[in-house]
């Protein structure tokens, strides 16, 4: 005779053992660590500055010295041109002054200024960097001469037509006495007259300019110079 056994007969196979989806974490554990909370960026605080414009606006691609004019500007402001900080000085809260603007390919970009609490402004694409051959040396420049004397020593001098015409140093009359033709090239200019004078320049902007000179009242020393507004 054969038995047949079934399932039935034994109640069944026993039900399987229900897993925890989490088990929990054995004695001495640390305790998980809660998210990470990112604290809010603190509001701006102070004045909230504006600009004006800066002069000069379109320099040469060496960079340059120039000057913002603006409202609100509070000590301690910085200047950012094309997103690199630049070393500037607050005059008072409508003017700024910054030494070197420093190299960048040709273009413009944005010039900031942003005050100690953070507000901040901008002038985008205020400021213009450019081949220095596309700037004049044609006009009448008043310039400060460091003759070891940290640029006390004013200097006048008149070009005409790519020559020098007129130069003068502290009450020293102009040395020239016929136009000196100058060599202009590339932004640079130079002259070699003879007589105890000599000049050399580069445009740094339309309105503003470097160099060295040897002159009577002048002595040999290096200069830096704006083209007058007056008669530019």
């Known amino acids: 005779m054969l038995l047949t056994l079934t399932t039935a007969a034994c109640g069944g196979l026993p039900p399987s053992p229900s897993i925890p989806s989490s ?32 002069s000069p606006s379109v320099v040469t691609t060496a960079g340059t010295w120039g000057t913002i004019t603006g409202s609100r500007f509070e000590t301690g402001a910085t200047v950012t041109i094309a997103n690199a900080t630049v070393f500037s000085t607050v005059r008072d809260s409508a003017t700024i002054q910054f030494s070197n ?3 960048h390919p040709a273009g413009s970009v944005d010039i900031t200024v942003t005050n100690p609490g953070g507000h901040a402004a901008t002038l985008a694409r205020g400021y213009t960097f450019t081949a220095p051959d596309s700037f004049d040396a044609n006009g009448d420049w008043i310039a400060h001469v460091d003759g070891s004397n940290h640029f006390l020593t004013d200097m006048r001098f008149t070009i005409r037509n790519n020559a020098l015409i007129t130069l003068s140093c502290g009450s020293e009359a102009s ?10 090239q590339s932004g640079s200019f130079s002259s070699s007259a003879g007589d ?33 507004p ?3």
Do not use: F, H, Y
């Not at 809010?40 to 004006?52: H, K, N, R």
């Not at 040395?175 to 202009?184: A, D, H, K």
């Not at 445009?203 to 040999?220: F, H, I, K, Q, Y």
């Open 23 to 54: 088990l929990p974490a054995p004695p001495g554990s640390p305790p998980a660590s809660p998210p990470s909370v990112v604290a809010p960026a603190p509001s701006p605080i102070g004045l909230q500055p504006t600009i004006a414009g800066v």
């Open 101 to 103: 603007s420093g190299a």
């Open 175 to 184: 040395p020239v006495t016929s136009p000196i033709t100058l060599t202009v």
């Open 196 to 228: 105890g004078l000599s000049m050399s320049g580069k445009l740094d902007s339309m309105t503003t300019s470097e160099g060295r000179v040897n002159a009577p009242g002048c002595g040999d020393g290096i200069w830096w110079a704006d083209k007058s």
């Open 230 to 232: 007056i008669l530019r």
